[in-house]
């Protein structure tokens, strides 16, 4: 029979995956990014039943993903002070509970309002799973269970769309039924999560100085940088501006565009999922900046590409920079984060990356009235080779 010293160490050996709190993280994770890909499918259907101008449909995104952006820093604050699950459960379970409620409106006014509740639930979770990682885990088995996650979810981002296009055959109003599964999940965390809460000072104003203090390190202005400039090179050029290309230069359908979308996340998937290995060989830094120069390669390629399959190279190559450099970000965040501010400043930094996801498509489309479409992605390329620059001068100590 196994001593209890042996009992630990056996746990300690044991895969990051297999871990009861990383699935409850994993499971987390791929709430938080279920609740757009999910139901796009379902928005020409949409339109019709409720006769929904479709130009008004975005609306539907917008007021999911605001809450993130301007909520981050106050979630962070309030996780850090009062203890992550006492934000989580609350926040899956609102989620679940106005998420499922977007399926039986009738009316587009009021789905917008559960939208924004639903968002609002959203808007803590993919940052607090990330946080939850930086509690748990130290080291080498930080940087396989960051890794391992964004595998996780790169498969959510993935699949989704198969299968709320699947649901809304049946209905449009199926896919928004989806977030129930944030009910039980919810009540996973509470009973099943074992993490250690913070115990930092709960006076408010001092809390505030000191976070403020720490935000001023410049390593974290990088990083909070680089994670803006990921989505704003992903949502810009790669996912508004490539199923456009795609459609007028090879005219081809929306099946096969969604392919090519959908080959990124394959890409992410099995790059992050050795992000372990990787972090063995190189520093968090030296993959951050590798990952600019594939997206900047990348880019470069795609108005190169004499036909449509040829496009799987520059996605490919894109993804792999994706998986091995956002994660990275995530893994050096919470390394320099003091434990007493981690969930304010992975908070802040998902602020960052929401405001990459709302300017990227608005900066790439004023290019793309400038130039033209292969404008977009040569501007994308200028782009991720300045913030490599700037990257590299803020961790430069």
């Not at 793309?368 to 620059?389: E, H, Q």
Request: contains cysteine.
């Amino acid at each position: 029979m196994k001593s209890a010293n042996e009992s630990e160490k056996f746990e300690r050996r044991k895969p990051v995956f297999q871990e009861l709190n990383f699935q409850i993280i994993c499971a987390v994770g791929l709430i938080a990014v279920l609740g757009v890909s999910s139901v796009t499918p379902a928005f020409p259907g949409l339109a019709k039943a409720l006769a929904v101008d479709p130009q008004n449909l975005g609306l539907l995104i917008t007021v999911f993903t605001l809450p993130s952006v301007i909520l981050g820093p106050v979630i962070g604050v309030l996780a850090d002070r009062l203890g992550r699950k006492k934000i989580i459960v609350p926040s899956l379970l609102l989620f679940g509970i106005a998420g499922t409620a977007c399926g039986f409106v009738g009316n587009f006014e009021l789905l917008l309002w559960l939208r924004l509740l639903q968002g609002i639930g959203a808007a803590s979770l993919l940052s607090l799973s990330i946080t939850l990682i930086g509690d748990l885990y130290q080291g080498t088995r930080r940087t396989e269970a960051m890794g391992f996650n964004a595998s996780v979810t790169s498969i959510g981002t993935a699949s989704y769309p198969t299968i709320g296009g699947a649901l809304a055959t049946l209905g449009w109003y199926y896919p928004f039924i989806l977030p129930i599964v944030a009910l039980p999940i919810g009540l996973l965390v509470l009973f099943g999560l074992d993490n250690p809460e913070p115990k930092g000072d709960r006076h408010l104003k001092e809390y505030l100085n000191n976070a403020t203090k720490v935000l001023k390190d410049r390593r974290l202005l990088g990083l909070f940088t680089a994670s803006a400039a990921n989505f704003v090179l992903l949502y810009g050029a790669y996912v508004t501006y490539l199923p456009q290309l795609i459609s007028d230069e090879f005219k081809e359908p929306p099946a096969t565009i969604g392919i090519l979308l959908s080959s990124v996340s394959v890409a992410i998937t099995i790059t992050a999922s050795q992000l372990g290995r990787l972090a063995r060989k190189y520093q968090p830094t030296t993959l951050i900046k590798a990952s600019f120069i594939l997206y900047a390669f990348a880019l470069f390629l795609i108005p190169l590409m004499p036909s449509t399959w040829f496009l799987l190279i520059p996605a490919t190559i894109f993804g792999i920079g994706l998986g091995m450099g956002f994660p990275s970000i995530q893994n050096l965040l919470t390394d320099i984060a003091p434990k007493e501010y981690l969930a304010t400043i992975v908070s802040v930094n998902g602020t960052f990356f929401g405001i990459g996801q709302t300017l990227g498509p608005l900066l790439m489309g004023i290019v793309f009235g400038f130039g033209g479409i292969d404008s977009v992605f040569y501007a994308g390329v200028g782009f991720a080779i300045l913030i490599f620059f700037v990257f590299r001068y803020c961790t430069c100590m």
